[in-house]
């Protein structure tokens, strides 16, 4: 009789074996009458028979697990193998709960001993249940069987558990695979956990595990994939320390290399914190290796954004030509790259051809690219090109979004079309739609600058009560500023009482609260000069000019260039960047073009935590009252206290000194962003030659100039007015009119500032027709006059009648003049 018959047969017995299977006497006499005959017959019959038991057997046993489990099996009637537990593990009718009881249960015998085969077969069965509470208690199982399961079985573990999100359950499979020796882990193991902390920003739990691999005598180094993982879930938390760090010790490890990848991503991360110089060092590396991680499109694209980032727009176009010329071809990241690097220095037509360039590639610009443009043509008074521009996104089907008017509305407003930025805001407010609380604040903005107080207020009331908009640090800040200069400053209490539920007010009374108290210390009370002690004199005047003219000043490297120079580079002026680096040449650039963000507090972050937008709004206030030693003194404050100062906070102090007459305090104030490493931006180069127009130092202010420009920075036209104006005063009236066709040819439309000060300039200067050519362009340009352009025709009629009156006495002294044929004579 068979095994499966004779197992069976004493299983029929018992009152389960009977309502299970219930086998007819003639299926047991034929098995048994048959077995002799086996003998005669061919030995292919065997196989079949024996599997024919084994399915029936696995039947019988699936069926009694599924209906009663496991209390009414007999240990001694069933031959367990590992091919019958195996079997039983894969039937896709029991349940997981039902296979568990049954791989415990044959571990209990002891003529029977599970495989590492048996046991990934439970964990791939757990797994695919995601029935994962039993497994900590097999693994223990597992390792009182001296049993030791191969890495793939730990890492499909890991993945079902990381696929549940339960990543406490995984870091304890990855400390008890740590404890066995005879693990024997490999860097896919260490991978899958690391890339799913990763994605799931569990950066504190990830670098420890990081650290201990690298800093293990033999360690299973860690695959380029999970590093990258790593860099950039860094990267997007803004981790700039860790980031260094943990690029500083993969750089270290013996055997490991960045692959294109991570390559990429260093470059992109170290330019988009200011670090120029690394990612040219790490490009140069790329070209240096095999083709295999060569630069690509990506490498490119994230330079290009360094590039821009750190003001170099330049040197950026001059790769951008490179790029093209090297096998690679633009996508839309790049061109839009470009053109938002170009507006914001303020290159318009540059961003023009790069626009019509994407275009003829065919690739659609997208709102961003639209919104870059609009901005700068806006920001360059381009005002009828920008209002094309736009109908021109609207027939190609782009849709137009509430940054899209807000960039419309403060476009007009700047440009001195207040009134059609009015009537566009007003229109959006009547369909209900596309307006946001960054809407009202520009309109609001512009109403306290005008005096209408009342205005801004109601649309307070409406912003917050009516839309739900939160009201920003700005907007309060722009009306607390305009209450003081208007002398209202009762009337700030009624601001308080129209968003007196908004999360920011609170936090403001409290913040201003703290403040005041801080203020009141003591040890602040006997400065002679707050500004003094916080901003030492270093140098005068002429070490600022001498200083200022060495730093243009570059050292000689072209033999060194020449040395490293590959004629076979496709891209030359990128070797030449780098280079610059190696050799020490190119120092870490301050300037940027960075704009700052608008600032919506909160009640987790605002209130007890002195946070460097209240910090600026109150030294708003407090510049805005002229009360320059008391905002100096909440700036010494709170930068004691920890809170680090930002570009426009060093902007608003230098442009109070430079109002105040303290130049050289302005330009200390310069210094120390300087060694604080705080990017300078356009608006802190218009302070410093702002204050050099006021003391008639043009020189000095051409020197600055040069310093910009070798810096990466680039020209507005808040800049060319103030430069114009004070070379027009020094009486360099040529280099004025060069800066102003520079200006044209740029990109930039004059508005009507400049025109002003050019026909004030060659008016004192006695260069009449020039002043009169002038006005005529100014009018044949569409650019409005304003009251201090009355003012300026006035003088230069008046000076026009002094010249005909000159000339007029001259005609009538050479009449009364004595001639040659006179009586006299």
């Not at 695979?177 to 799913?196: C, F, H, K, R, S």
Request: with cysteine.
């Amino acid at each position: 009789m068979s095994r499966c018959t004779a197992a069976m047969g004493k299983l029929i017995r018992s009152p389960v074996g009977i309502s299970t299977i219930n086998p007819t006497p003639n299926f047991i006499s034929h098995s048994t009458k048959a077995a002799p005959s086996t003998a005669s017959q061919p030995s292919s019959s065997s196989p079949s028979l024996q599997q024919m038991d084994d399915l029936l057997l696995v039947a019988f046993l699936t069926k009694t697990l599924s209906e009663s489990g496991t209390r009414n099996l007999d240990p001694d009637t069933i031959p367990l193998s590992q091919q019958l537990v195996i079997q039983i593990l894969r039937r896709g009718s029991l349940d997981a709960s039902r296979k568990t009881d049954f791989f415990k249960w044959c571990s209990l015998m002891h003529n029977y001993k599970h495989s590492a085969g048996t046991y990934s077969h439970m964990f791939r069965e757990l797994c695919r249940a995601e029935y994962l509470e039993e497994v900590p208690g097999l693994l223990e199982q597992m390792k009182a069987d001296g049993v030791v399961a191969a890495p793939q079985t730990f890492k499909m573990l890991l993945d079902a558990v990381i696929r549940l999100g339960k990543l406490d359950c995984a870091l304890q499979i990855l400390h008890f695979m740590e404890g066995l020796q005879e693990a024997n882990l490999t860097p896919l193991v260490y991978d899958t956990l690391l890339i799913a902390l990763a994605k799931k920003n569990q950066l504190g739990l990830a670098l420890p595990i990081l650290f201990k691999l690298l800093d293990a005598p033999h360690p299973p180094s860690p695959g380029s994939t999970a590093c990258n993982a790593l860099l950039v879930a860094l990267r997007k938390a803004d981790n700039r320390a860790d980031f260094r760090k943990v690029f500083d010790r993969l750089r270290g490890t013996k055997g490991f290399q960045l692959d294109t990848w991570g390559y990429n991503i260093c470059i992109h991360a170290f330019g988009r914190w200011g670090d120029l110089p690394t990612s040219l060092t790490l490009f140069r590396e790329m070209q240096e290796k095999d083709s295999a991680s060569g630069p690509d499109l990506c490498t490119y694209n994230s330079l290009l954004q360094s590039l821009c980032l750190a003001g170099k727009v330049k040197d950026a176009l001059i790769a951008y030509e490179e790029l093209k010329e090297s096998g690679h071809r633009p996508d839309a990241f790049t061109y839009r790259i470009l053109i938002q690097g170009c507006t914001k220095s303020h290159q318009i037509n540059e961003a023009a051809r790069i626009f019509t360039e994407m275009q003829y590639d065919g690739f659609v610009p997208d709102a961003l690219v639209y919104h870059s443009l609009l901005n700068g043509m806006f920001k360059a008074n381009r005002i009828s090109e920008a209002c094309q521009l736009f109908e021109r996104m609207v027939d190609d089907g782009v849709r137009a979004s509430s940054w899209t008017y807000n960039i419309l509305i403060h476009g007009l407003i700047k440009n001195g079309r207040a009134e059609a930025g009015y009537s566009l805001f007003c229109d959006l407010k009547k369909k209900g739609q596309l307006v946001d609380g960054v809407t009202y604040s520009i309109v609001i903005l512009q109403l306290v600058k005008e005096g209408e107080l009342e205005e801004a207020l109601k649309l307070v009331e409406e912003m917050d009560n009516d839309r739900g908009f939160v009201v920003d640090l700005v907007t309060i800040t722009t009306l607390l500023i305009g209450f003081h200069r208007h002398g209202r400053q009762d009337w700030t209490e009624r601001l308080m009482k129209h968003v007196r539920d908004g999360d920011v007010v609170l936090s403001v009374i409290r913040w201003k609260e703290e403040m005041e108290a801080a203020l009141k210390n003591n040890r602040l009370k006997s400065r002679r000069k707050d500004y003094t002690p916080l901003f030492p004199h270093k140098c005068g005047i002429e070490e600022i000019l001498s200083s200022v003219t060495s730093s243009t000043v570059k050292p000689h490297s072209s033999d060194e260039e020449e040395e490293n120079f590959d004629q076979w580079s496709t891209s030359p002026h990128m070797d030449h960047l780098a280079n610059q680096v190696k050799s020490g040449s190119d120092s870490h650039q301050l300037f940027s073009l960075a704009r700052g963000k608008r600032v919506q507090t909160s009640e987790k972050d605002a209130g007890s935590s002195f946070d460097i937008g209240m910090v600026n709004t109150f030294m708003s206030i407090f510049l805005a009252k002229g009360q320059l030693s008391l905002a100096c003194k909440l700036f010494e404050v709170f930068t004691d206290m920890g809170v680090n100062p930002v570009s426009y906070t060093y902007n608003a102090l230098m442009s109070s000194f430079v109002k105040k007459g303290y130049f050289e305090e302005a330009w200390n104030v310069l210094n120390e962003m300087g060694e604080k490493l705080c990017p300078a931006d356009i608006a802190t180069y218009n302070a410093v030659i702002q204050g050099l127009g006021k003391m008639g130092r043009a020189d000095i202010a051409s020197s600055v100039l040069d310093k910009l420009m070798d810096g990466g920075g680039f020209l507005d036209i808040v800049m060319y007015n103030t430069l114009i104006n004070a070379l027009g005063k020094a009486g360099r009236v040529d280099e004025a009119n060069k800066l102003f066709d520079q200006m044209k040819n740029g990109g930039i439309n004059p508005d009507v500032v400049t025109y002003n000060t050019l026909i004030e300039v060659h008016t004192k200067a006695g260069r009449l027709k020039e002043a009169h050519r002038l006005l005529k362009t100014m009018l044949d340009a569409g650019c409005l006059p304003n009251a201090v352009t009355d003012t300026i025709l006035d003088l230069l009629a008046r000076e026009i009648d002094k010249v005909r009156y000159q000339k007029a006495s001259m005609v009538r002294q050479n009449s009364h003049s004595p001639t040659s044929d006179s009586p006299s004579n």
